[in-house]
């Protein structure tokens, strides 16, 4: 039997004559507003609720003016390479930004929106994958003062980050990547503080300028990384653990060194934490240990003057002198950004199932469970961003999905008739005795 009535639609034509040597059709549905529908080709037809817009459409394919005419449109088309997509798009984002702000309630703060008004398109492909869907897209800035900065110079951080990393995201240069978030670039209107709260809430805790002591060292390659807490004694109840990582390449290993020795003098004096020294592996690592050991950070030097700080119990020892197993070598990791060009300029990668199982230990707020995004959906994500150009940038994201119990066979909808029991039958007949065996004597 049917599992839902089949919705009903009556198709009337649209208009008495067609427009442009095209049928225009009409569907009238249980919705209260009709589709509108042309078919052009064999391969192509056209769906739009608003009749003047299905015939702006017949116009461009008639050879009018069309979406590919527009500056930049058909150049961003031209840097896609998936060959088989289930759908391509076209979005200008400052005309999206404005729709979504005059329908948001609450209303979206001007800061976030002023990230989005940056006059800018975007067109991408989306196809779908063994194990999930990919999309692909390119992003490019009109004509204007603004421009992106060139170079892709994100490489080493997947290999130094180990294979357990919940949640990362890495970039090609800090003191770039600082500088857009500080000119609210659209990244930015997706962190829960402004790039002022952060430098203000730096220098209250440690006495530093983020401008003046941090970031004259912080020209290179960077990550951070939450990674999969270590396990406790099995008998010992979990503790919370926030397991973050943060490293970069410095620019200059002098300068980063003072500012980790004002960072001892601070943590000492003012914070009463230990300082000691440890070897891992031949890497020298300073730890700061809170009173009764509620908190430990460190902070030491890798190969390539990398200089990393972490924080958690057992979070140093997870990537120095080297992680057993790297990202790069991550399955999920692989498939969600093995198909992106390389060199690029970083990832963003997110574990959503192991990030699941361990936020409760890892002093992050809850997931959500539904929705398109919901973790109960999505196995991982990844996004990498290429440069392409002074104005274009190359998206590549994949979600890689969940996949189900294989599912049995569907119930039979035949029902088998079966006759109804009849009160008053009478029971069968005892069967008779069977006849005695002749004796001898009867033979005579």
């Given amino acids: 039997m049917p599992i839902a009535p089949k919705p009903t639609w009556a198709i009337a034509w649209a208009e008495d004559a067609p427009y442009r040597g095209v049928t225009l059709q009409q569907l009238e549905g249980q919705a209260e507003t009709p589709l509108y529908a042309a078919v052009l080709s064999a391969e192509t037809a056209l769906l739009s609720p608003q009749l003047p817009l299905l015939k702006r459409a017949i ?24 060959t088989r997509p289930l759908a391509r798009f076209y979005v200008d984002v400052p005309a999206l930004a404005e729709t979504v702000a005059e329908n948001a309630d609450p209303p979206i703060a001007p800061s976030r929106l002023r990230a989005f008004q940056v006059s800018r398109g975007l067109v991408g492909a989306v196809a779908v994958k063994n194990r999930g869907v990919a999309l692909q897209g390119v992003s490019w800035l009109e004509p204007g003062t603004q421009t992106f900065a060139t170079g892709n110079q994100a490489d080493q951080m997947p290999q130094r980050l180990p294979t357990g990393t919940l949640l990362a995201l890495s970039g090609g240069d800090f003191q770039q ?63 919370p653990n926030p397991a973050l990582v943060l490293m970069v390449k410095a620019s200059d290993r002098e300068a980063a060194t003072a500012t980790f020795e004002q960072l001892d003098a601070v943590m000492t004096s003012r914070y009463r934490f230990a300082v000691d020294t440890v070897d891992l592996g031949g890497v020298p690592v300073t730890r700061w240990t809170a009173p009764f050991d509620s908190l430990v950070m460190a902070y030491g030097w890798l190969e390539g003057d990398v200089a990393f700080f972490t924080v958690g119990q057992g979070i140093a020892e997870l990537v120095a002198p080297a992680p057993g197993r790297r990202l790069a070598e991550n399955n999920l990791f692989q498939a969600t950004t093995g198909e992106a060009p390389r060199p690029n300029n970083g990832h963003f990668f997110a574990n959503l199932e192991a990030l699941g199982e361990a936020e409760n230990n890892l002093l ?10 919901g973790s109960e959906a999505i196995e991982a994500i990844g996004v990498t961003a290429t440069v392409l150009s002074d104005r274009q940038v190359r998206y590549d994201m994949t979600a890689i999905l969940k996949r189900g119990n ?14 109804p029991a009849d009160p008053e039958a009478t029971p069968a007949p005892e069967a008779a005795p069977a006849p005695e065996a002749a004796s001898p004597d009867d033979s005579k």
């Fill in 406 to 419: 294989r599912p049995a066979d569907l119930p039979s909808t035949e029902v088998t008739p079966t006759e």
């Fill in 59 to 82: 116009d461009a394919y008639r050879g009018g003016e069309s979406l590919v005419n527009r500056p930049g449109v058909g150049k961003a088309f031209e840097q896609l390479t998936e």
């Fill in 177 to 239: 990547f600082w500088e857009d978030f500080q000119a609210g670039e659209q990244f930015s209107a997706l962190f829960p503080l402004g790039a002022d709260e952060v430098a203000l809430g730096l220098q209250s805790a440690t006495g530093l300028s983020l401008e003046e002591n941090l970031l004259p060292w912080m020209a290179g390659e960077f990550a951070v990384g939450v990674l999969s807490p270590p396990a406790g004694p099995s008998d010992a109840p979990p503790v």
């Fill in 364 to 373: 992050l707020p809850p997931l959500p469970q539904e929705g398109l995004l």
